[in-house]
Nanobody, 124 residues
């Protein structure tokens, strides 16, 4: 019943920006922690950023801190990640994920629901 759909990926040059969206159905964001992960070719899936609606404070991976910003949608169950100053090493498939509870999880095993992913490619 829970569905997460990502959008907003694309091809940009180094230093450019993208905004990713995750639209959720079948859940209430206030009862869940939302997270973003990414996976590059030949690498394991890694945590990017997460937020608990009850806590209201995001947690960022060191690799994106200061460049990426997570935010809530106003009218819908949507979460956004604004990605600035993109680097070639940011190239990956980005996944939206959700888990029940108030704690932000940093492992993919902490999350119950996953979107299909959206491709982000940063050229040099």
């Amino acid at each position: 019943q829970v569905q997460l759909i990502e959008s907003g990926g694309g091809l940009v040059q180094a230093g450019g920006s993208l905004r990713l969206s995750c639209a959720a159905s079948g859940l209430t964001f206030s009862s869940y922690t939302m997270g973003w992960f990414r996976q590059a070719p030949g690498k394991e899936r890694e945590f990017v950023v997460g937020i608990s609606w009850s806590g209201g404070r995001p947690y960022y991976a060191d690799s994106v801190k200061g460049r990426f910003t997570i935010s809530r949608g106003n009218a819908k169950n949507t979460v956004y990640v604004q990605m600035n100053s993109l680097k070639p090493e940011d190239t990956a498939i980005y996944y939206c994920a959700a888990r029940g509870g108030l704690r932000v999880g940093v492992s993919d095993h902490d999350y119950n629901y996953w979107g299909q992913g959206t491709q982000v490619t940063v050229s040099s």
